[in-house]
């Protein structure tokens, strides 16, 4: 199975790392290929530039956002959140019948830290993206946590914890749900239901900034607790 | 001590009544006690007319906000959300120099099922409340689980789930967790911060609100699991 990741920034290299690891064909989709070939400076977050990533992972190809679309056959979207909608939008054509695993978040940095959700409450971006990607299975996950915690959750509790996955088909879901216990080992999946349920999930992100700065490290996750 | 809950709802009554059991001298604040007295049918979620109520709890006083504000030594803001601010407001004058803690939640049932917040993100109920009572110290905390479970924790796994707490004075926030403990059992209260974390806990209800119709029950909680 050849999986796309589409963006090249700590949470789609997570992924991407981790995905050709374990022996799947990746390719790591990006606005220009040569632009991010040629960055030789750590980004804002401090992160080695991705060229120096790619060379621990030599097995991932590095693909223009068109053709890493269309050679995935499962798409993992991990683009920055303020450019997540007009990037997937342009892709329409390529994704058209593919599950989209939307594992963003609309984080605002431009207010100051930490930041806020520049979409919420009556919309989500994973409504966003189903919404230009008619044609595509969204299903939203992931998104809770940190990603080295995304890719690898037994490291924490042996796996004793939450996500959640939002989406409007049922079969992709539980498709979704067999990759994530397949590649990641995730034994905890909660199905809060449709797409519009992506507003659930995605507004954690407030709690999970303010639970980051008083914990002062990014490896926890929230359990719900039923009985 | 004496313990004010202003609200007539059930969430008031629970924490009025549970406390009143505990031997506290409890006052509920209501806008009209007359009113509340004399309505003889149950409210629009069902819930009995607080008046049925109140037979059983027979040692907790009702008196209006003003009264019941003046009276209590510590208050617990249990109004409705989209009154909470133009109540409070009201009462700067009594709830002055005092402990209030707020668990109110910013739900808008006007949009339709499942209720939206009226306010998040860039701010929260909690900091609205702060701003019109600048000499009480809000607290918030306990709005992000089921009334019976905020005030009986242990009869989910144990008490093995979280709360969280926020606010700007360290001292008064000490108080609270000690008052969670000794009146209804909590053993584990999550700082979060000042008060502008409470856009953290408050933006928890629409994941809530979800989890709620996915669970098809109301006593759940979430914990942080760190290790």
Same mark, same amino acid.
């Given at each position: ?82 450019? !997540? /909608?007009?990037? #997937? =939008? ?9 599950? @989209?695993? $939307? %594992? ?71 498709? !979704? /749900?067999?990759? #994530? =216990? ?9 199905? @809060?239901? $449709? %797409? ?32």
């Amino acid at each position: 199975m050849k999986i796309a990741v589409l963006g090249t920034g700590m949470v789609g290299r997570t992924h991407a790392g981790k995905l050709s690891q374990l022996g799947y064909e990746v390719v790591v989709g990006t606005r220009v290929v040569i632009a991010t070939k040629l960055k030789d400076k750590p980004d804002m977050m401090g992160n080695p530039p991705f060229s120096a990533w790619l060379k621990d992972n030599k097995k991932v190809k590095l693909e223009n956002y068109s053709d890493a679309a269309k050679q995935g056959e499962i798409i993992i979207n991990a683009v920055k959140g303020e450019v !997540v /909608v007009e990037t #997937l =939008k342009s892709l329409e054509q390529e994704l058209s019948g593919k599950i @989209l695993i $939307d %594992i963003s978040n609309p984080l605002d940095f431009s207010k100051g830290m930490p930041p806020t959700l520049f979409v919420s409450n009556i919309d989500s971006l994973g409504e966003q993206i189903q919404k230009v990607l008619p044609r595509t299975k969204v299903v939203k996950t992931l998104n809770t946590l940190n990603a080295y915690l995304q890719v690898d959750p037994n490291q924490l509790a042996n796996g004793d914890h939450d996500i959640f996955i939002s989406g409007n088909d049922a079969e992709a879901k539980a498709k !979704v /749900v067999g990759y #994530l =216990k397949e590649w990641y080992g995730w034994k905890r999946v909660i199905d @809060l239901g $449709d %797409i519009t349920t992506a507003r659930g999930a995605e507004m954690v992100l407030p709690l999970w900034l303010r639970l980051f700065s008083t914990l002062k490290k990014p490896m926890f996750n929230i359990k719900v607790v039923t009985e």
